[in-house]
């Protein structure tokens, strides 16, 4: 999985009738947004061809498992869809799936944007009760980057930890470094070669933009992310079985990798995976890009110190405000642009008290200090907790949810 | 490695003076000579860049190892190198090397042609005294052909079981199928990959002429061919040693893969790997291209009888004699294109009993019949022998040659 910048692509615009300058930008290496209110996601949904989910969805999730809908997609921030009525249809049915995930382990320490995906997978896998599968492309990580396989290595080990750091049940979770899991399981490499035969350099092209001086390994990497996606990727968890299908929560920059996946599906026997696609988290100056943990400006990161992230809120999160009290008082702010308000739509809970923040925004009742002040207590609260577990979290630990190895479902 | 037609090329031809329907055609998966003696390996040297094997070298590995040369050597048909005399410095300087060779596991049973580069390795380990990496390409074989993979899997355990049959030695030899083998070795995959890294789309095509259609696993599958030449990816031979320099003997038509493998070296900090290099094996019908296992009667099978032998020789070997006995007596024949003489330079080992063939079938002494006997008597010699020995060779046998563990050698 990819969320850094590494080569520039050019955008194949599918709707002609925009102008090219204000198409948005959107693949695994590159979002570029065209507008400061950021991506242009229901154009996105036409794109890409995935489903936008409706309340018809949200409330079918509700009425199936009997639980409260996350915020996240009451709030539009899972916001579209891959066939995730298949998936109700199996839960339904008692029938089994799974969940998969993953994280390309570029930089030391995750950013709060980076947790998106695992905080709404944790919600998934504890609503469903299902196994999850987490990959950690630390072979992508190689061929795009300018590091070493042992830093690679040490990066992913201290990003396994993080990840495991919010909560999730080893008993029913497996997480894998590709550099060590494709060596320990040769029904996975099987699996990648399988895909590799069945798409071709202009299918990569055409999907993610490679060109004929790209090296071979990012060539070919696209089947080891795609791989995961069928369940013969993982004998000790699925002893063989070939048809248990998976669903993919993500942001919608791997869409393209599940694409290709999709239409490898079929022609090699195995079922499509279903996919739940999440929006972008915004960089601390604006919602025109994605965070970066190489800037440590644009985003909170999860080894921050409160001091650091009430620093940080005050000095670089974008304002929707206006220019002075007067005029923010007569005016209001404008929740769409406002990094803070955005943040607090990731993660402030509680639904009546983020509303009333929103009117009281807009009309110009409260101030952006005072917003930022909100958004500083519930980040530094949840990065608290998060540190706090972090602690407990050894190497050994961390090697125990890396070890292929049976979980607590029956096949 | 590559022995079957599976694509066509369009060849680079080198030498621009010549006439292009004259050049001869050489790849891994193509060989096409220009004229009926085969193709030009004087200028294939040229062409590929590589040494000829001269008297002073053949010479030189007698006088380091203390032993006669290899008939392959004296006879030409191993006739090219990459840095041999680097090879015999690190001899005569009692410094470690490996030798590294392998096959594409594509037809049930081998012939005769595919145990050229095996005879002559048995060889080179017997007088080098030096451990033995072959690699069964069965990732190679599903990603070219219309197989699947149990089936390219089975395959490849018999034509170990045959590789075995010559006689290697278990504790110095380690087998290997791709499959398997990346499944069981982390440190092969990383090797892969950091090869993967080092070679663009542009490379390959340059090399192999894959074009934009071809399947990813196709353009990445060099660097699988490629790993073995590293010290690195034997972890339980060489204890994670990097240094330890690998000689190649092959067909020629591997070479490709080689020079990729030497320009890569040095950019991951690894030695380049030395070559031998053998001329093809002629199929009965003559010596315009190799052998086929896919066309029974255009080879000798490793399972065939010696009446099939027997009758295979003289209805379709390739005679270079006249069309009556008069005429034969009176002009004599021409060894050049005999083939039933060109299988004896690479079967008879009576370098004196050749030489006399060689003479009075050339003056129009001896006749063609008698000529194809004299093949047929040797070839049954062999085939039987190897027949014999197979029985013995069971699958716990052969998997112990495939099993990852220490040989008898000391690093």
Chains 1, 2 share one sequence.
Not at 15 to 34: G, L, M, R
Not at 351 to 365: H, N
């Amino acid at each position: 999985m990819a969320d850094e910048n590494s080569k520039k692509l050019v955008s194949v615009a599918l709707n002609h009738e925009e102008n090219e300058n204000k198409e948005d930008f959107v693949d695994p290496w590159n979002v570029q947004s065209a507008s400061a209110t950021g991506v242009d996601y229901a154009k996105l949904i036409d794109r890409f061809g995935s489903s936008a989910i409706d309340s018809e969805l949200i409330d079918r999730i509700e009425k199936v498992t009997g639980k409260q809908a996350h915020h996240f997609l009451k709030r539009g921030i899972f916001f579209s869809h891959r066939e995730m009525h298949k998936i109700l249809d199996l839960y339904e049915q008692k029938k089994p799936f799974y969940l998969y995930t993953g994280r390309g382990p570029s930089s030391e320490s995750m950013h709060m944007g980076h947790l998106i995906p695992f905080i709404f997978t944790k919600w998934l896998q504890e609503t469903f009760d299902v196994p999850l599968v987490i990959q950690m492309t630390d072979d992508e990580k190689y061929l795009w980057k300018d590091i070493s396989i042992d830093e690679v290595q040490r990066v992913a080990l201290e990003n396994v930890k993080d990840i495991i750091s919010l909560g999730f049940d080893i008993d029913k979770t497996f997480i894998f470094c590709d550099f060590n899991y494709i060596g320990q399981c040769p029904d996975f490499y099987k699996l990648i070669v399988q895909i590799q035969k069945h798409v071709t350099f202009n299918q990569v092209k055409g999907i993610f933009g490679f060109g004929e001086s790209d090296c071979i390994g990012k060539i070919s990497f696209p089947a080891i992310q795609a791989a995961p996606s069928f369940s013969t990727a993982f004998p000790h968890i699925f002893k063989g079985k070939r048809n248990i299908p998976c669903l993919i929560p993500c942001a919608i920059d791997q869409d393209p990798y599940f694409r290709m996946t999709r239409d490898v599906a079929p022609r090699i026997n195995l079922p499509k995976p279903a996919l739940l696609h999440s929006v972008f988290f915004p960089a601390l100056q604006g919602a025109t890009s994605k965070m970066s943990a190489s800037d440590p400006n644009s985003c909170i990161l999860l080894t921050d110190t409160p001091n650091q992230i009430k620093n940080k809120v005050n000095k670089y999160a974008f304002s929707g405000g206006q220019a002075t009290v007067e005029e923010h008082r007569e005016k209001g702010g404008n929740c769409d642009v406002d990094v803070s308000y955005q943040y607090l739509k990731f993660f402030l809970e509680d639904g009546e008290k983020l509303e009333k923040i929103r009117q009281d925004y807009t009309s110009g009742k409260l101030l952006t200090g005072h917003l930022k002040k909100e958004l500083i207590t519930v980040l530094q609260l949840i990065v608290a907790e998060i540190q706090e577990k972090r602690k407990t979290i050894t190497d050994e630990l961390a090697r125990e949810f890396m070890t292929p190895r049976k979980l607590k479902f029956d096949y």
